[in-house]
């Protein structure tokens, strides 16, 4: 007898879930947490870093790469240089708040 998963919600996005979205959520916090490397580390260019860590199918589309990573301000210091569009990620390890410049 053969056991085949049920999706869980639709293919809105052209792939289906087999998982919740907070599944989907906590291995993409795991994978850009590990493709930032070490805790005090250089970090990456968000544009590096979406190519480091790329959302998950059921995920692309909802939101976008910046405000996710805002959701985790514990977790992600994202600074943000508002006259050249440049914005630089790195493992909060300080525990200090995003900065705009």
């Known amino acids: 007898l053969a056991v085949v998963p049920e999706p869980v919600g639709d293919c809105a996005t052209g792939s289906w879930e087999w998982h919740t979205t907070e599944y989907y959520v906590e291995r993409h916090v795991e994978a850009v947490t590990e493709a930032l490397g070490l805790p005090g580390g250089a970090g990456a260019s968000l544009e590096k870093l979406e190519g480091m860590a790329p959302f998950p199918p059921p995920m692309a589309g909802r939101t976008g790469?910046?405000?996710?990573?805002r959701r985790y301000p514990e977790l992600f210091y994202v600074e943000a240089h508002t006259d050249t569009g440049y914005v630089?990620?790195?493992r909060n390890v300080?525990?200090?708040?995003?900065?705009?410049f």
């Open 94 to 100: 300080n525990g200090r708040p995003p900065a705009w």
């Open 65 to 69: 790469y910046l405000p996710f990573l």
């Open 88 to 90: 630089h990620v790195e």
